[in-house]
């Protein structure tokens, strides 16, 4: 998981369109590695800069084939397919999109491809 943080991270360094949030939650002590490591959390947050959130979609691209409204960030990352899930849906606003790291290293491996293609056109 670590890993795929920093390709994230190298994804959008220095993007002027896109903002990965930081992680919260201060480096810990790893017991295995007898090291201290920066968190790696499941999902990244993602603000996209000077979105429209009146503009939206229907799809039928959840997980489960249901029909999804997609307004702001999401649509934009939807667009460039790829999945993710409104701050709307957590409380936030449409500016912010979520995007789950929790896949195959084949699947994340596309992700970072179609993120790169969408970050730095």
Not at 19 to 38: A, G, N, R, T
Not at 100 to 121: C, G, I, N
């Amino acid at each position: 998981m670590a890993r795929k943080w920093e390709v994230l991270t190298e994804i959008f360094s220095g993007s002027d369109r896109f903002d990965l949030q930081p992680s919260m939650e201060p480096p810990e002590h790893c017991l295995f590695e007898d090291k201290v490591k920066p968190p790696s959390p499941a999902y990244a947050w993602v603000r996209c800069v000077d979105v429209d959130a009146s503009s939206c979609d229907e799809a039928p691209f959840d997980y489960f084939g249901n029909w999804v409204t997609f307004c702001g960030c999401a649509k934009v990352f939807k667009d460039a397919g790829v999945m993710s899930v409104t701050g709307e849906s957590y409380g936030g606003t449409g500016a912010w999109t979520r995007i789950q790291l929790l896949q195959r290293q084949e699947d994340f491996d596309l992700l970072a491809s179609k993120l790169r293609a969408l970050v730095k056109p």
